[in-house]
């Protein structure tokens, strides 16, 4: 069993398009990350978040933590083709400092 | 942020041999992580991996398996012993890089096992 639910597994979209990954969970979490991973590479951290209903933004990328620290979403604006990857979001449980578990991740696939 | 230089990138292995992987930081690092992921899929822990002490496995790894090394704050190393084709997989080495600042990783290695 999944301590981070992720959702969708898979998504296709246009370019120009938006999207919104979700990453669920019935723990509370210190911290949260989103990682991008491309074919071949290891997987890049995007953002971190610790604080509850914090957002943050990263160009066309927004990242919310839920109020209860349980639950994050990103969310890209005008998808391009460059955005193609497997986002994986990790969280850290309160006690278990550096030792984060991660979520199945969502495949992204976006065509021109 | 740490960079982590790992390899082997690749390789392709004979049944019943092992295979070592070495991650070198960039930085000292407190922690590291050793990981596998089945292309694809998402990542799951096999060990973290102290410096002066014994790595700590997780659930359904052991150390006989997967000896890891830790001499130093920079370095680290994972074998894959006796392998068989179900051990196939891109293993990942990490690094914590203090706090709530999420781990970097190196570049992974994809072992095929024949």
């Known amino acids: 069993t999944q301590l981070l639910e992720q959702s969708p597994q898979f998504l296709s979209i246009q370019e120009g398009e938006n999207l919104t990954v979700y990453c669920n969970s019935s723990s509370v979490f210190s911290s949260l990350q989103w990682y991008r991973q491309e074919p071949g590479e290891g997987p890049v951290l995007l953002v971190t978040v610790v604080t509850g209903g914090e957002v943050k933004k990263l160009k066309r990328l927004t990242f919310q933590f839920g109020d209860a620290r349980k639950d994050s979403s990103l969310h890209i604006t005008a998808a391009q083709p460059g955005d193609t990857g497997l986002y994986l979001c990790a969280g850290a449980l309160t006690d278990s400092w550096g030792k984060f578990q991660f979520g199945a991740g969502t495949q992204v696939v976006v065509t021109p | 942020s740490a960079v982590i230089s790992q390899k082997p990138s690749r390789d392709i292995c004979q049944r019943g041999t092992s295979l070592t992987i070495q991650c070198q930081v960039d930085?000292?690092?407190?922690?590291m992580f050793w990981y596998r992921q089945q292309p694809g899929q998402s990542l799951t822990l096999i060990a973290t991996a102290n410096q002066g002490s014994e790595a700590t496995y997780e659930s359904g790894f052991v150390i006989d398996k997967f000896p890891i090394s830790r001499p130093n704050l920079t370095f680290s190393t994972l074998t894959v012993s006796n392998m068989s084709p179900e051990d196939s997989s891109i293993y990942l080495c990490?690094?914590?890089?203090?706090?709530?600042?999420?781990?970097?990783f190196g570049s992974g290695t994809r072992l095929t096992v024949v």
């Open positions: 930085s000292q690092v407190t922690m």
């Open positions: 990490s690094a914590a890089t203090g706090g709530s600042s999420g781990y970097t």
